[in-house]
């Protein structure tokens, strides 16, 4: 009897043990955005095809942004706009040297190219959104329309996310680059730092492509995710759960610098 009573608690602790990944799971948050959606209906699909909540972020002149919105709509993923800012070209692309009207103008056309957008975020952008007028006129556009705003932070002087705190504008921005180097070794290493960080600092908004080391690598670990204490939110909960504020990386006591 006595060993037996041994044994039980021995697995009783073992099952505590066990499912402390899970208990913790609350606690640390993470969002994922593939970018550059559009150009390749096929790999773009895959994309869809995650095993979560992935936000689909579509660049308007590509020759599949409308089906993959709505393909994307369709599957239960947020939607949002990957708006082209210098240096980025194109027909919808944002140069500091164009005026406001013209801005609308591509902003308004942009959103006519992908439906079903949730909110924005930026392609490109490191000249553009270190433009405190045009960044202050776009968030007050996104607030009219209900849309939030994503800073990919492709530039150490953006001004985006600061401006978008200022008038409560929904926003978060962006942690981690997934595949700035594209290699699996270096991309797993990369989402091992996320991982790190969501515990870390509670929460970590990830940025990706659809490269396909990237997607083999995500279709490979992001099952993992529970056992490692992590929960995959989509970017509207995200936005929840920061409640606007600046991570450290991003600020001081909240705000960004």
Same mark, same amino acid.
């Given at each position: 009897?006595?060993?037996?009573?041994?044994?039980?608690?021995?697995?009783?602790?073992?099952?505590?043990?066990?499912?402390?990944?899970?208990?913790?799971?609350?606690?640390?948050?993470?969002?994922?955005?593939?970018?550059?959606?559009?150009?390749?209906?096929?790999?773009?699909?895959?994309?869809?095809?995650?095993?979560?909540?992935?936000?689909?972020?579509?660049?308007?002149?590509?020759?599949?942004?409308?089906?993959? =919105?709505? %393909? !994307?709509?369709?599957?239960?993923?947020?939607?949002?706009? *990957? &708006?082209?800012?210098?240096?980025?070209?194109? /027909?919808?692309?944002?140069?500091?040297?164009?005026?406001?009207?013209?801005?609308?103008?591509?902003?308004?056309? =942009?959103? %006519? !190219?992908?439906?079903?957008?949730?909110?924005?975020?930026? *392609? &490109?952008?490191?000249?553009?959104?270190?433009? /405190?007028?045009?960044?202050?006129?776009?968030?007050?556009?996104?607030?009219?329309?209900?849309?939030?705003?994503?800073?990919?932070?492709?530039?150490?002087?953006?001004?985006?996310?600061?401006?978008?705190?200022?008038?409560?504008?929904?926003?978060?921005?962006?942690?981690?680059?997934?595949?700035?180097?594209?290699?699996?070794?270096?991309?797993?290493?990369?989402?091992?730092?996320?991982?790190?960080?969501?515990?870390?600092?509670?929460?970590?908004?990830?940025?990706?492509?659809?490269?396909?080391?990237?997607?083999?690598?995500?279709?490979?670990?992001?099952?993992?995710?529970?056992?490692?204490?992590?929960?995959?939110?989509?970017?509207?909960?995200?936005?929840?759960?920061?409640?606007?504020?600046?991570?450290?990386?991003?600020?001081?006591?909240?705000?960004?610098?």
């Amino acid at each position: 009897m006595h060993c037996g009573l041994i044994i039980t608690l021995l697995c009783c602790l073992a099952g505590v043990a066990h499912a402390t990944p899970a208990d913790k799971s609350h606690k640390a948050y993470l969002t994922l955005i593939i970018d550059d959606l559009g150009q390749n209906l096929a790999r773009d699909r895959r994309v869809l095809a995650l095993p979560g909540p992935v936000t689909a972020a579509i660049i308007p002149d590509t020759p599949h942004a409308g089906e993959v =919105a709505r %393909e !994307a709509h369709r599957a239960g993923k947020i939607v949002i706009l *990957h &708006m082209p800012m210098d240096p980025a070209t194109g /027909p919808f692309a944002w140069h500091p040297e164009l005026p406001i009207d013209e801005l609308g103008k591509r902003l308004d056309a =942009a959103f %006519e !190219a992908v439906p079903y957008t949730a909110g924005i975020n930026n *392609h &490109m952008g490191s000249r553009m959104t270190a433009e /405190p007028l045009a960044m202050t006129w776009l968030m007050g556009q996104l607030q009219r329309r209900h849309k939030f705003f994503v800073d990919s932070r492709t530039s150490a002087k953006t001004v985006a996310a600061a401006e978008a705190q200022k008038i409560g504008l929904a926003h978060v921005s962006r942690d981690v680059f997934l595949d700035d180097e594209r290699t699996e070794a270096a991309i797993t290493t990369q989402l091992q730092t996320a991982i790190k960080l969501a515990h870390k600092q509670g929460s970590v908004v990830l940025i990706g492509h659809p490269y396909p080391q990237t997607l083999a690598v995500l279709e490979r670990e992001l099952p993992k995710l529970k056992a490692q204490g992590v929960e995959w939110i989509d970017i509207k909960l995200m936005i929840s759960v920061r409640s606007n504020q600046a991570m450290a990386g991003h600020g001081k006591n909240g705000v960004y610098r």
